[in-house]
């Protein structure tokens, strides 16, 4: 029997929509149907795997593809849990075209197998957005109370906010909806500004989907069991349990979750005002770390949430638990890292204020934090004054008499009033096309220093892309989407050519799992597994390894990846390869010659290095592996 994936492709101009199969083998799943959609469209698309409902664990996230606003490139996005109720429609993926004459919410609902029912209702956006807790918050509560009546069973909602409109970072939103309410477990599919392609671009304010609709998903706990236990000798929940453990609990390091896990030990890896730690000495790290995080940010954390066992799932029955709450608040490394230590908070009552009125404002919290942090840089050098971003006065990095509540407090209020800078008609900074042509155009107004302390990614002309928060060149590698983990982000020491093979690597493995719906915390035995479980239902591993190959190409393809364009990025890889030198205990010739030709011409080297890595990544993409399969062998 030939399984196919199902597509509802909506034209929100009209409201008219059809429903196209494409036969598992050709595609399988959000990403590779995404893409291909994208370039047919310039379609927005959202869906699920083909394991989604399934009893296979972390196996429903909702993956959003599309040509991101904020990048560039194709990018693919994904929030934990919203696909398990998408899952209810009977379809595998929702693709957008056209645009709304109004911002309007998208209903879908599909009841006892019938037809999905499809409709656009204008809604009042500023009007709502300022309701209640405001933004994302408000929109999400008014569709559910205007809307949830509809549905039989619960249904699911995706909400975006004022930074949708006004900048090209806009995020979609999500949360659970358990006993009739809306849950503090928000869920993002941030990166890329995909909220603000789905609104600019397509006219499209919220979601909200359910149904009734039951298929026959994989629920054979016994086999699944027998295939786990061939492998690992272990059940699939043993197995998962242990897999997942630095997201639920890690006794290593008596915390859990990727905030309490990363920050018990990153003391030597410290990013903190705007990276300027690099720059330190690794005991000065050290010490600020023991005093600034283990000692306050961290103990807050540990105190408030690990004790209390604040712990929360996306959406889906899943071990990991990985959601960490203190109240309304959600505590994620990545964002309590940029709208944190990098802009100078280490306080969790600044932290929490300064990320919710992001998130509120529906900014992918990352990218604003790197903006931000590139400001009060900017600030404390003397290189632009309050007035300049409309603020009322300058952020307190002194380190030597830093007070963790008082100074980490004072930033949080500045750090706001520079997000309420960042929307509405009357907006001081202007971030339509982006933080980076912000910053090129302030270069030019004031003076080209400017841009030497911004560190992104760029791609193209205006794509830009602030790293993910680990001290290691591959953050900054010229990979064809950024911001994901599609690249090699551990610490140990790669010559460049061969880390942009390795970031390969991890690219195709982490794209086989967002093309299964499957969510990386799991990925200790997902990458193992999933392929053997293709095969065991569908006969079908050799064509997903080479559909993620030839994914991974056709994505490549359009890789407009720029050279570092700011001096701080130099900076962040050679301070990197010395601590990578002091730390070795073997001799690393490729290594020394690296830090010599820094020091010689700094320009040069980092052409030369940032190139290599370039090299790596099309030599391993272009590989002969799609071509095996010709007749001719050619």
């Not at 911001?483 to 610490?491: E, L, P, T, V, W």
Request: negative net charge; proline residues 4%; glycine residues 8%.
């Amino acid at each position: 029997m030939t399984h196919n994936l199902k597509a509802l492709i909506l034209d929100a101009a009209t409201g008219f929509y059809t429903i196209k199969r494409y036969p598992l083998g050709e595609f399988f799943g959000p990403v590779d149907l995404g893409l291909h959609l994208a370039g047919k469209h310039n379609a927005i698309s959202m869906g699920v795997g083909i394991f989604a409902g399934s009893i296979i664990p972390g196996s429903n996230r909702l993956v959003v593809t599309g040509f991101s606003p904020a990048w560039g490139g194709f990018y693919v996005s994904s929030m934990g849990g919203a696909g398990l109720v998408f899952d209810d429609l009977g379809i595998n993926l929702l693709s957008i075209i056209g645009k709304s004459a109004q911002p309007s919410v998208l209903i879908l609902n599909r009841q006892h197998g019938e037809e999905i029912e499809v409709s656009l209702e204008p809604l009042p956006v500023t009007k709502i957005w300022d309701e209640g807790e405001k933004g994302v918050y408000a929109m999400l509560e008014h569709v559910h109370t205007h809307y949830s009546h509809l549905y039989e069973y619960t249904p699911r909602i995706l909400a975006v906010g004022p930074a949708a409109r006004y900048a090209d970072c806009g995020g979609i939103v999500s949360a659970p909806i358990r006993n009739g309410k809306l849950t503090d477990v928000d869920t993002w599919a941030g990166r890329g500004g995909m909220g603000s392609k789905l609104y600019q671009q397509h006219g499209i304010c919220a979601v909200i989907y359910g149904g009734t609709h039951i298929d026959e998903d994989f629920r054979d706990s016994k086999v699944a069991d027998e295939w786990f236990q061939a492998r690992y000798e272990q059940k699939m929940m043993a197995k998962d349990l242990e897999a997942t453990k630095k997201y639920r609990f890690d006794p290593d390091f008596d915390t859990g979750g990727t905030f309490g896990v990363n920050y018990a030990k990153n003391a030597s890896t410290l990013l903190a005002f705007n990276y300027r730690s690099i720059y330190w000495d690794e005991q000065q790290r050290r010490e600020f770390h023991k005093q600034h995080i283990e000692d306050h940010y961290l103990k807050q954390f540990n105190s408030e949430t690990i004790a209390t066992k604040q712990f929360s799932n996306c959406g889906e029955p899943c071990v990991a638990v990985c959601k960490k709450n203190n109240g309304k608040y959600k505590k994620d490394y990545e964002p309590y890292q940029t709208l944190g230590p990098l802009i100078g908070i280490f306080d969790q009552r600044a932290a929490e204020k300064v990320n919710r009125k992001a998130d509120s404002l529906g900014f992918d919290a990352i990218s604003i934090g790197g903006f931000i942090s590139w400001a009060f840089d900017c600030l404390d050098s003397g290189l632009i004054e309050p007035d300049d971003l409309g603020i009322s006065g300058m952020p307190r990095w002194d380190i030597a008499e830093f007070d963790a509540v008082q100074d980490s407090m004072h930033n949080a209020m500045l750090a706001i009033e520079i997000l309420d800078n960042c929307v509405g008609k009357e907006r001081k900074i202007d971030l339509a096309d982006g933080a980076r042509k912000y910053v090129r155009r302030m270069s030019r107004q004031k003076q080209a220093r400017l841009k030497d302390k911004f560190l992104i990614n760029s791609f193209a002309r205006n794509g830009w892309m602030v790293p993910n928060q680990y001290w290691v060149p591959g953050v900054l590698s010229p990979m064809p989407a950024m911001g994901r983990y599609y690249m090699h982000y551990a610490q140990q020491y790669f010559p460049p050519r061969l880390l942009g093979k390795i970031n390969v690597d991890r690219m195709k493995a982490e794209l086989e799992l967002d093309n299964l719906g499957i969510c990386r915390f799991h990925r200790a035995w997902a990458e193992e597994m999933i392929p053997l479980i293709i095969e065991k239902l569908h006969g079908k591993a050799q064509d997903l390894e080479l559909n993620t190959h030839v994914t991974a190409r056709r994505i490549n393809c359009r890789n407009a990846s720029v050279m570092w364009e700011s001096s701080l990025a130099t900076d962040y890889i050679v301070s990197y390869l010395k601590r990578c030198k002091n730390e070795s205990d073997r001799a690393l010739p490729e290594l020394d010659d690296w830090l010599k030709r820094f020091e010689d011409d700094p320009r040069e080297a980092s052409l030369s290095y940032w190139y290599e890595i370039r090299k790596g990544i099309d030599e391993s993409l272009f590989s002969e592996f799609e071509y095996q399969k010709q007749p001719d062998g050619h």
